[in-house]
């Protein structure tokens, strides 16, 4: 990063005309303020320290304080709509600015979470959407349970050694990394086939309760609701602009 010259300036002028010069030389975005009192101490000019209340000292601490999310560009606008309010409508303006972001961050934030949500489970139907069954009438047996997800390569050599083991692991699809498939355990066993299949490394997948119907026609759903999840997203964050 480069030094930039600067020289070092005096400004005189009356009191009640200090907002606007101040205002002014901020605007010129070349002019760093300095404290006039310690620059001009010991020196002939007779000049004393302003002490007096700043009153917008409270309100500046509440606009900082405003979460105005991730990501948020600020850019500098028009303050005209707010130049002539008094000090509680600036304070009143202040806090429904806060309400909206807040509402609206909450909002995004939701959405991002279902966008992410909606790009796992299409990342795991991908290697299901060849199966013809249904998933609700999987989840819904009462005597086994089931457990989606993916196996390591160099782990699924290993299953050999549990064959008697009252588990079955079923693999329907696979990569050079993993074999993604379903076991199957009865309900009194589950907890040892967890087990066994934790420590091969096994990565479950949570199929959500929605996903229900056969796998195929649920990839389709789930692209339909990420498109429109992601439509909503965009037109929150434009506005939030």
Known sequence: MSIEKMALVNIAGQVKNLDL????CIESKCFHIENAYSTTSGSDMEVYQLNEKNPYKDLLKKIISIDFGQKYNFTEVDFSEIDNMTLDELDTYASNLEVSLYTVNEQIKQLRESISQYQQILTQLEHIHNMDVNLESLFNCKHIHI????????????????????????HYDNDHDYYW?????PKNFVRQAD???????????WVPDYVSGKPEKEVNEVEENLCKAEKKLELLLKDRE
Not at 21 to 24: N, P
Not at 156 to 166: H, I, Q, R, V
Not at 181 to 185: E, K
């Open 21 to 24: 010069v101040l205002l002014k």
């Open 147 to 170: 457990r989606f997800g993916k196996l390591p390569a160099n782990s699924y050599p290993k299953l050999e050694y549990y064959d008697k083991s009252n588990f079955i692991f079923v």
């Open 181 to 185: 498939g379903v076991y199957f355990a």
């Open 195 to 205: 087990k066994i299949l934790n420590d091969l490394y096994f990565e479950r997948i």
